[in-house]
């Protein structure tokens, strides 16, 4: 609840409150608070301890240890541990951060020889180090390199050594160096500005840009210029800093002065950064800052190449235009600009196919249109998320469960039982250690087909590890078990506490899902907890609304957390007049921000939810929503359908509404 962010760290764990440690597994925990802590003697006791118990998790000691001396190993070392555990995912997981160290030792013979056996190679600064040995060896690598420095996002030694050097060796040019400036500022990470400024003019561009980052308002009026390429960036990066704060105020000295004096493309660009401000701000000009930046692109001699975020939001301020009538040209052109890997993400190819759609009434080209739309359209119906059950409903085929696969067999369950990476990970899972333990599984899951992952899933769920057991399940692509994927722990208990408050125990299965993945201990960064994710604050509250008699430790207990989160969740649900989407919305970013964001032209619910500012509310919305259809079905509704539990349009309030004011 409150917390965003808990579903995407479900992706790699929560951890929850260790459990109590059984035999040699105090050796391993141990061990791991002695690499918490950086204590080389202890490790090195309890990497002792662990190999003469012969403990399965021995390895993982192993790895804290020589971990934690990394900066003082040699590469004998790291070949004898390798030997020791080959094929395992601590040998990878050193390996990278082997790498990562032979890179700052620019030690690039040992790097070359150690980088082709990196398996997961999933680390952008060790893909950094690897595009810069491969120019020091003559290869090719401007493509590859340019497009892994433009979507670095943090400053880190691999990449921004191999920038540096591309740039002397003229590979990168200036111009690409701005616009990483740009891109940077644009994501709000000055450091990684700084950092390119500094290639192209290291001295007085870095100082201009710490007084463009200091006060943006002050450096364009004292000090910006449009004279020469350099000062038109900096008074570029000026214009998009003070967007970020005031999107009216740039677009007001843009279109007042420096339209006329920056080069197109620049203006461009920066129309295009203020539409995107003004469109995460819900701001009903959006579209046209868009249609500006689009004008004046077609008059540059460059092409502007926005970044996919910001033709998401030219598309997202189209679908609000002209209270809630979509510029649906605007929408096509925006997801036509987009990178082929964008244009292929479900929320893009279905409001694409609409915008086809609505375009072709006017088109002399319409039945080629409308032809392209349908295929869009086809290819996203059948897809288990929010945009292939919408496509679906809208081309009247209503939701079937699909056949469920063949009983797993026995030796099929035999082989995920005696998987050795698949029990370590069960093990660490068990003991406290969700992250190790998640990462160990994933690791262990490369290459599986669809029956081998059933069962690794099937195992998973038979030890009531819920979240891999849907994780691993999603990843089938022929055989889908529905069970496995919504799998509905507690369901008496859930069910009886949806009924008794009010509530469709599918829409509760689907928030539960999105919230914890069914992990009763689960914590959230920012303090929500169990099943339900509550907060502390809002589970006092709402214990009080209720009448229940509470104290802090009763957030862990399993039926104190349903109580408390499904009058929650119906409070909030009545304060939203019935509307699930707002409630969700509710649910994971506070009641305030929906109120908020409810206000301005009435919607369809599904465009009102790609409108959602927060990535990560977007994204759960979608997903509680579609949870919900599916647990519907799998419970045997037969009136599954989505477009209904979305209800009517979205807009705002009415003000002769009851409300809860004091709603948490």
């Not at 465009?607 to 994204?619: G, K, L, V, Y």
Request: hydrophobic share 45%.
């Amino acid at each position: 609840m409150q917390c965003a962010a808990l579903a995407a760290t479900l992706a790699i764990g929560v951890s929850p409150r260790p459990a109590l440690a059984q035999g040699g597994d105090a050796t391993i925990l141990d061990a791991r608070e002695a690499f918490r802590k950086k204590d080389r003697a202890r490790l090195e006791a309890t990497r002792a301890a662990a190999a003469a118990e012969r403990h399965p998790l021995a390895m993982w000691v192993d790895y804290w240890e020589l971990n934690n001396r990394l900066t003082d190993a040699q590469q004998d070392e790291l070949n004898a541990f390798a030997s020791r555990w080959s094929g395992t995912y601590v040998e990878d997981r050193l390996r990278n951060d082997w790498l990562l160290e032979l890179g700052r030792r620019r030690d690039w013979a040992n790097f070359a020889v150690e980088y082709p056996r990196f398996r997961m190679n999933d680390d952008r600064e060790v893909s950094c180090y690897a595009l810069l040995v491969d120019h020091l060896a003559g290869k090719d690598a401007r493509e590859a390199a340019r497009a892994a420095w433009l979507a670095q996002r943090e400053a880190d030694d691999g990449c921004a050594l191999m920038a540096s050097t591309l740039f002397e060796a003229k590979v990168f040019t200036p111009a690409l160096v701005w616009r990483k400036a740009r891109l940077s500022i644009d994501a709000g990470r000055p450091r990684a500005a700084r950092l390119a400024v500094q290639l192209v003019q290291p001295a007085s561009a870095t100082k201009a840009l710490d007084d463009v980052l200091d006060s943006p308002a002050r450096y364009l009026a004292r000090n910006a210029s449009a004279s020469g390429r350099a000062n038109a960036e900096l008074t570029t990066l000026a214009l998009m800093r003070m967007a970020s704060n005031d999107p009216d105020a740039a677009a007001g000295l843009l279109g007042d002065r420096w339209e006329r004096l920056l080069p197109a493309d620049l203006s461009a660009w920066t129309w295009g950064v203020i539409g995107k401000q003004a469109a995460q701000k819900l701001q009903p000009n959006a579209a046209d800052y868009f249609l500006r930046a689009s004008t004046l692109a077609a008059k540059s001699e460059h092409d502007i190449e926005w970044p996919d975020e910001t033709l998401g939001w030219k598309a997202r301020a189209a679908l609000r235009a002209d209270n809630g009538r979509p510029r649906w040209q605007q929408v096509v052109q925006a997801v036509n600009a987009m990178s082929s890997t964008e244009q292929r993400e479900p929320a893009w190819v279905y409001w694409k196919a609409r915008g086809l759609q609505a375009l072709a009434k006017d088109s002399q080209d319409a039945e080629s249109m409308r032809a392209l739309s349908r295929d869009l359209l086809d290819g996203l119906t059948g897809q288990m998320n929010f945009y292939g059950a919408l496509s679906a409903e809208d081309a009247a085929q209503p939701f079937k469960l699909p056949a469920p696969p063949a009983p797993l067999t026995a030796v099929e369950i035999a082989a995920a039982k005696t998987n050795p990476g698949l029990t370590r990970a069960l093990q660490l899972i068990a003991i406290g250690l969700r992250n190790e333990g998640v990462r160990e599984w994933n690791f262990t899951l490369r290459g599986m087909g669809d029956r081998d992952l059933l069962a690794a899933a099937q195992l998973a769920c038979d030890r009531e590890v819920w979240d891999r057991c849907i994780n691993t399940s999603e990843r089938t692509r022929t055989e889908v078990d529905m069970a496995q994927r919504f799998p509905m722990p507690f369901r008496r208990e859930v069910s009886a506490m949806a009924r008794e408050t009010g509530l469709d125990p599918a829409y509760v299965f689907g928030l539960m899902r999105q919230e914890s993945r069914f992990i009763m201990d689960a914590r959230s960064g920012v303090g929500a907890s169990g099943l339900m994710q509550i907060m502390p604050a809002t589970a006092r509250w709402t214990a009080k609304k209720i009448g229940l008699p509470y104290s802090p430790s009763l957030i862990a207990d399993r039926d104190t957390n349903l109580r408390l989160g499904t009058a929650y969740l119906k409070l909030v649900l009545d304060d939203f007049g019935g509307s699930q989407a707002l409630a969700a919305a509710a649910y994971n970013a506070g009641p305030g921000r929906p109120r908020k964001w409810r206000d301005g032209p009435w919607l369809e619910p599904a465009a009102w939810a790609e409108n959602i500012p927060f990535p990560e509310t977007r994204d759960y919305v979608k997903k509680v929503l579609s949870n919900a259809m599916y647990y519907a079905a799998v419970m045997g509704d037969p009136g599954t359908a989505l477009k209904p539990r979305m209800g009517r349009a979205i807009g705002p309030a009415d003000p002769t509404a009851p409300a809860n004011p004091d709603l948490p």
